[in-house]
């Protein structure tokens, strides 16, 4: 069966940097991205990668702050988080699924998620 272990958050400072990672297990997985979920409000889309890391999207928000990137040797998604910012206080979840289309429809699978804590 699908697995999907996160790792990499914390509490950080804001300007700080966090690095999320995602090891993927029990498929091929073609789209692999990221969301979030801050308390009180709905799991947001924070970026997404196709299976050659030639198509990329991010949120606006994180657009020249964060950086996707995969390993597909090691079935591992990768989230760089530089500048971050109070507002990027949320839990992180990675998700997978056949195509980018499919993944933004979120029935995908999830993993359990990793929380990121930024202080003022």
């Known amino acids: 069966q699908v697995q999907l272990v996160e790792s990499g958050g914390g509490l950080v400072q804001a300007g700080g940097s966090l690095r999320l990672s995602c090891a993927a297990s029990?498929?091929?997985?073609?789209?692999m991205g990221w969301f979030r979920q801050a308390p009180g409000l709905e799991r947001e889309f924070v970026a997404a990668?196709?299976?050659?890391?030639?198509?990329?999207h991010y949120a606006d928000s994180v657009k020249g702050r964060f950086t996707i990137s995969r390993d597909n040797g090691k079935n591992t998604v990768y989230l760089q988080m530089n500048n971050l910012k109070p507002e990027d206080t949320a839990v992180y979840f990675c998700?997978?699924?056949?195509?980018?289309?499919?993944?933004?429809?979120?029935?995908?699978?999830w993993g359990q998620g990793t929380k990121v804590t930024v202080s003022s």
């Open positions: 990668i196709d299976w050659s890391g030639g198509s990329r």
């Open positions: 029990g498929g091929t997985f073609y789209a």
């Open positions: 998700t997978v699924d056949t195509n980018l289309v499919a993944l933004t429809s979120r029935r995908g699978y």
